[in-house]
């Protein structure tokens, strides 16, 4: 027999009842079987179960919509830092537009200063 089956067999094995369980089980059958309590749990048996399937329901649209506003969200985010990535890429290169043109004018500059140094 291996440990699992050893283990399951024990968990198994014949208990005792606790005591007072017989007087409690009685208890409680008689609780229910009192005039209007049976109808009174049938009721609440009835609507508790409406109700979980309304709850449900409801969970479940709660869920959905959340969900769907979650995800825009995450959407306009995204959006909004390539919008923001597209204006800094433009003034990067604006920036290095411009740098390179004061280069160029100052290379034509020195160009024209000194055209016999060239040689």
Known sequence: MTPFEEKLRNALRREAAPEGFAERVVARTRRETQPGAKAWWQFWAFVSARVFRWALAA????????????????????????ELARVQ??????????????????VQEINREAPSSRL
């Open 89 to 106: 890429v433009r003034q990067a290169l604006h920036i290095a537009s411009v740098k390179l043109n004061v280069t160029r004018k100052r």
């Open 59 to 82: 969970a479940v649209v709660c869920v959905v919509i959340g969900g769907g506003l979650v995800q825009r969200h995450r959407q306009d985010r995204l959006r909004q830092e390539g």
